[in-house]
């Protein structure tokens, strides 16, 4: 009987805060407009920082009219997501860590029981103690919705620089009218080959090339895997109607290769990008003479 008393109590707690939320939305958005979490954001206009308090106020009344106060996939916490998830995301971007995010979040508490406490006569009833624990009680798990929304953000930040520095370390170099390179350096991994197969054939598109070079000059090892990779990648380029060249390999990488039983025998190799480069111009028809040594002219 206590149990269900206690829990009348509590789903009376959360619907009345829920309509305090909607009554004082105005009053709580003024107050948590001047808070670190929207000051820092809305640094131009108090009215835009008033306006994003209203609605996650008016998102925090729905969850709580709903009676689940601690459940972070409530649907009125969507809503908070989306306002407070740009917030945090605008604060990770300008240095903000999370545990600093987390404490201003915390700080927007006191405003509002603040302004709940003045709804009740006597502080000190049980109602009004019991209306404050759910308050806090939405107050905490909107805390938990903000760090989960942010640590979301920060993977997915870090998630799009990986993706734009495989592309800053894989570049695609036109060598000459017909002829393209990519000049790799570093470990080849899964993530970083599918880079390089795309970048290489979008190249060979843009530039109408006959041929393309792959160097690895700058490759440290060459496993089964990485081989399994680079001999995609040629097959890919002959669809597309280019001839690819392996370029760079050295004595100890061709050792490997062998010991590895790797058999490389459909793929045309170079020992460097100059004679991959050669190779790839005399077959167009253009010859390359060497220069002539300085201070020498012609009689």
Not at 50 to 77: H, M, N, Q, Y
Not at 108 to 128: G, H, K, N, S
């Amino acid at each position: 009987m206590q149990v269900s008393e206690q829990d009348a109590a509590s789903e009376l707690a959360a619907r009345q805060v829920g309509e305090f939320l909607q009554l004082r939305q105005e009053q709580i958005a003024q107050r948590w407009a001047d808070a670190a979490l929207f000051r820092t954001v809305f640094t131009v206009s108090r009215d835009e920082a008033v306006e994003a308090c209203k609605a996650v106020v008016e998102a925090l009344s729905e969850v709580a009219l709903s009676g689940r106060l601690e459940d972070i996939t409530a649907p009125g916490f969507q809503r908070v997501r989306e306002q407070l998830g740009r917030m945090a995301a605008s604060r990770a971007r300008t240095g903000s860590n999370p545990a600093q995010v987390a404490a201003e979040v915390a700080d927007l508490r006191r405003p509002a029981v603040t302004l709940l406490r003045q709804e009740f006569p006597d502080p000190a009833d049980d109602q009004a103690k019991e209306c404050a624990l759910a308050l806090s009680l939405l107050m905490g798990t909107l805390r938990l919705v903000v760090m989960e929304t942010m640590l979301s953000q920060g993977q997915e930040l870090i998630a799009r620089q990986r993706e734009q520095l495989l592309e800053v370390a894989t570049p695609v170099i036109k060598l000459w009218e017909g002829a393209v390179a990519v000049p790799l350096i570093g470990t080849l991994d899964s993530a970083r080959s599918q880079v390089v197969m795309e970048s290489l054939l979008n190249a060979i598109v843009a530039e109408r090339a006959r041929y393309a070079i792959l160097d690895i000059t700058g490759v440290p090892t060459v496993d089964s895997l990485v081989a399994q990779h680079l001999m995609k990648t040629v097959a890919a380029a002959r669809l597309m109607g280019a001839e690819c060249i392996v370029s760079g390999i050295r004595p100890a990488i061709a050792q490997t290769i062998v010991h590895l039983g790797i058999d490389l025998g459909t793929v045309l190799t170079r020992s460097s990008l100059a004679d991959a480069l050669a190779y790839a111009l005399r077959q167009q028809g253009i010859v390359v003479a060497p220069g002539m040594p300085a201070g020498v002219s012609l009689p």
